[in-house]
């Protein structure tokens, strides 16, 4: 009887190791993931070939419905919310992608990430009750800073000041060069260019904190945190900045009824920058000095021409080497010039 029972206790431990034991290719495990594999090159085909933003956002839904669940799901769910958000400017066509996501997703710890992505959705439907909701949701436990800004500026988007302040307080603790290593594992970066990515979180906290400091009317505390910004804010040739420093600036002065001061931040976003909310808040700059809207475009268009800098001349080398100089380029003829990354 004994030797039977040890024999059927064997027995069992046999099958139960090849049950649990590597499997062999071929397995369903290797199926779904060979499928998985060929849903995303189709989705990333797709997006490739998409000539619409809402293709786009099309081609992520369509796969994130298939697959709420993988290695793709945030860098799909935020190409797909940057395409209806930023391009279609329809938050309400971005809610059913986070809902169906939210129904779906299982794993707690994406299901927190796409609650995060997903603020921007409800801050741009002006429903402050909701993104306050979600932000107590996923506040338990430690946020990057990429994600305490989302939370930052969902709040300035929806007029949560006291959240935006404390959230983009955050994010400044955490823009410094070892979290953002830490955000970026496996990658070397140069001192210089480490540097400069610190800094540009740096300008995008301290505007942000500025701002919201600026809204709950702490204004000589905002003006002091938009100074403490603008050594790390990059400006352009031109003097409009990397960041929403100028319109955030600008509306600060404007909201102080400091016309003169607000026109002068303001001038190169609106101006140059093709910025619709510094050309807004502008305008409302220009009408409060003058006394009407009458002339404002006329008046930008004045002003194009009254501030705009002659280019630097520069001789810069191509692909072999060969140097070119601007001003033997140029010849009198108007010049479009494009810079990008070599590839």
């Not at 779904?32 to 619409?52: F, G, I, N, W």
């Not at 070397?188 to 009317?217: H, I, S």
């Not at 040739?237 to 002065?253: K, M, P």
Request: hydrophobic share 45%; with cysteine; aromatic share 10%.
């Amino acid at each position: 009887m004994t030797n039977r029972f040890l024999l059927l206790v064997l027995s069992a431990l046999l099958l139960t190791g090849l049950a649990c034991g590597p499997k062999a290719p071929g397995t369903d495990a290797d199926a779904a993931k060979k499928a998985l594999d060929a849903a995303y090159e189709r989705a990333d085909a797709a997006l490739d070939a998409a000539k619409t933003p809402q293709e786009k956002v099309a081609a992520c839904a369509a796969f994130l419905r298939q697959y709420p669940e993988s290695g793709h799901t945030m860098d799909l769910l935020e190409t797909a919310l940057y395409y209806q958000l930023e391009e279609v400017k329809d938050a309400t066509g971005a809610k059913p992608i986070v809902d169906d996501l939210l129904a779906a997703v299982q794993d707690k710890e994406l299901l927190r990430k796409v609650k995060i992505a997903g603020l921007p959705v409800w801050a741009r439907l002006k429903d402050a009750e909701m993104v306050a909701a979600r932000v107590r949701e996923v506040s338990a436990g430690p946020l990057t800073f990429e994600q305490r800004m989302t939370v930052a500026e969902a709040g300035i988007e929806a007029g949560l000041w006291r959240m935006a302040e404390e959230y983009s307080s955050g994010a400044l603790m955490v823009a410094t060069p070892e979290a953002f290593q830490a955000d970026n594992p496996g990658r070397e970066f140069p001192p210089d260019r480490l540097e400069r990515y610190v800094n540009l979180r740096k300008a995008r906290a301290l505007a942000a904190a500025a701002w919201a400091r600026a809204n709950l009317e702490k204004f000589d505390l905002a003006l002091a945190t938009f100074e403490q910004a603008r050594p790390f804010t990059l400006f352009s040739f031109v003097g409009s900045s990397e960041t929403d420093f100028n319109l955030w600036l600008g509306r600060t002065y404007l909201m102080r009824k400091e016309y003169d001061r607000a026109f002068e931040v303001l001038t190169p976003d609106a101006v140059f920058g093709g910025t619709p909310e510094a050309l807004e808040a502008f305008k409302e700059v220009y009408a409060a000095q003058t006394g009407s809207g009458d002339g404002f475009e006329s008046r930008v268009g004045e002003l194009r021409d009254q501030l705009a800098r002659a280019v630097v001349d520069f001789t810069l080398p191509d692909y072999s080497g060969k140097e070119s100089t601007y001003s033997q380029q140029k010849e009198g003829k108007v010049m479009l010039l494009a810079f990008w990354f070599p590839t």
